[in-house]
């Protein structure tokens, strides 16, 4: 399988949500992934490897080890709050929660933040406690 498509599925990234990321259409994406071509484009490189927060290397196939994309640019994911935004749980639990959260009213939500921002502070989840996401109101 193609790198590309490989990393895709493993954020459970759509196609229509990674092409519009990277501003090319599907069907170029979709080329991509499946071997019929490559982005000759250096910032889609550059954009995949931060998407996936693997090396451009390894997002291009030449290289198995996964190694940390550069940290100090990391892409940031605008949420457009007037439009619709999809989330896919992944399980049970997540949608568990998911729906939990939506039964919190705004008073509460500061604490709920608060507690995530808690758990965050382990050391498992080093390198994983900013998000890409950035609010704007529509």
Do not use: C
């Not at 399988?1 to 990277?22: D, F, G, S």
């Not at 090319?24 to 490189?45: A, K």
């Not at 994309?69 to 439009?83: E, G, I, R, T, Y």
């Amino acid at each position: 399988m193609n790198k590309i498509k490989e990393l895709r599925k493993e954020k459970n990234i759509t196609v229509a949500e990674l092409a519009k990321e990277l501003g090319i259409s599907q069907s170029m994406l979709t080329n991509y992934e499946n071997g019929n071509g490559t982005p000759r484009d250096e910032s889609i490189w550059e954009k995949l490897s931060q998407i996936f927060g693997v090396s451009k290397s390894h997002v291009m196939g030449l290289t198995t080890d996964i190694e940390t994309a550069n940290k100090k640019k990391p892409l940031k994911v605008v949420v457009d709050m007037s439009q619709p935004v999809s989330i896919q749980p992944k399980n049970q639990t997540d949608l568990d929660v998911l729906m939990k959260l939506d039964l919190i009213d705004s008073d509460d939500m500061e604490e709920v933040s608060e507690f995530l921002d808690k758990l965050l502070e382990k050391e498992k989840y080093e390198g994983r406690r900013e998000s890409n996401m950035k609010y704007v109101a529509g």
